[in-house]
């Protein structure tokens, strides 16, 4: 009797210590699926909108101005560069004209100048920043009839970068890239998602439709580069 209920206990060890092994396996599993994404949702920094102080009476000579801002002690101004008698006229060349982005100091120097964005119509600066640093990212967004993507550009420690293009849209006609873009900075590097179930690459000429299955583009070592 003793060695039947020995053995039965035995038993019972082994079926218990299978199923404890079991459940850690699916818990590990899990947790390998939902890693990347919760550790980019919980450990990273979050940026936000915001809009500076809008400011006038811009003058800068042969410049025409279409938006204005005031940020910590600096300008930003986007617009271009008045052709003279319909020429492209200095300092613009044939493969650096149309609006830009300039940044000018407290007192009133160019201290960064963008490269040209040629015909567009649009070229409007959206701004970003978050509550752990002192980064700003801004974002301008460019449109002829259609949006097609943005040049955007890192603020730290009072000087600025031009981080690249993201050529990307929603492929929802009324939406552009500021209206679905999430930013998030992660050891260090920044990341663009997006708020949208289908993408548009190389949006205006290529027009590439793709699902977004954790689309990005990522920031880091001063590089851009898109994930997908």
């Known amino acids: ?19 404890e092994h079991k459940n850690e396996s699916f818990l590990s599993s899990k947790v390998e699926k939902i890693g990347k994404d919760s550790l980019i949702s919980h450990n990273s920094i979050k ?14 000579d042969g410049f025409e101005t279409s938006d204005s801002f005031s940020y910590q ?4 101004i986007t617009g271009y560069y008045r052709p003279i008698e319909g020429e492209i006229a200095n300092p613009d060349t044939e493969n650096d004209y149309g609006k830009r982005l300039l940044v000018m100091n407290d007192k009133n120097e160019i201290i960064f100048k963008g490269i040209g964005s040629g015909d567009t119509f649009q070229y409007q600066p959206k701004f970003y920043r978050n509550d752990s640093n002192n980064k700003v990212v801004i974002i301008c967004q ?8 943005g040049e955007a550009f890192l603020l730290e420690n009072n000087k600025i970068k031009h981080i690249g293009n993201l050529d990307i849209e929603s492929d929802k006609m009324e939406k552009k890239l500021t209206d679905i873009i999430k930013i998030d900075e992660l050891k260090n590097d920044i990341i663009f998602s997006f708020k949208s179930d ?12 793709i699902p977004n ?9 001063s590089k851009l580069s898109l994930k997908r």
């Open 198 to 209: 289908s993408l548009l690459l190389s949006p205006g000429s290529d027009d590439i439709l």
């Open 1 to 19: 009797m003793k060695k039947h209920f020995v053995l039965s206990l035995s038993l019972l060890s082994l079926i218990y210590c299978k199923k």
């Open 142 to 149: 460019m449109a002829f009839e259609y949006f097609f993507g």
């Open 73 to 76: 002690g600096n300008k930003f």
């Open 213 to 221: 299955h954790n689309v990005r583009y990522i920031y880091s070592h």
């Open 47 to 60: 940026y936000f909108r915001f809009q500076p102080d809008t400011i006038s009476n811009i003058n800068i």
